[in-house]
């Protein structure tokens, strides 16, 4: 299984972008899946996450900016970054829990994404 994640970049304060990952492979189902970040200097945290049942979390400090949604028939999860502020600068990464077709369940993380908010 892999995850690919597009869509980083370089944006300017108050603006927005979108990220999306693909998830790829012997798939049987996801279970969770979501978006994690670390900026420079900092630990690993969550972003948000959203449930095969379609339930989402947000971390707070993202809470009515960013939006998480995901296709399950192309298995891929979107994130929409609105009203982005310096503070969202860093390397953003995909993460799923995934039923693979033998019936085991595994994490997965994706390659990161560079997403830089200039002020």
């Known amino acids: 299984v892999q995850l690919q994640a597009f869509g980083g970049g370089l944006v300017h304060s108050g603006g927005f972008l979108r990220l999306s990952c693909a998830a790829s492979g012997n798939i049987f189902r996801i279970d969770v899946i979501g978006w994690y970040r670390q900026a420079p200097g900092k630990e690993r945290e969550l972003v948000a996450t959203i449930t095969s049942g379609g339930s989402e979390n947000y971390a707070d400090s993202v809470k009515g900016r960013f939006t998480i949604s995901r296709d399950n028939a192309k298995n891929t999860v979107y994130l929409q970054m609105n009203s982005l502020k310096p503070e969202d600068t860093a390397d953003y990464y995909c993460?799923?829990?995934?039923?693979?077709?033998?019936?085991?369940?595994?994490?997965?993380w994706g390659q990161g994404t560079l997403v830089t908010v200039s002020s």
């Open positions: 993460n799923a829990d995934i039923t693979v077709v033998s019936g085991l369940r595994f994490a997965y």
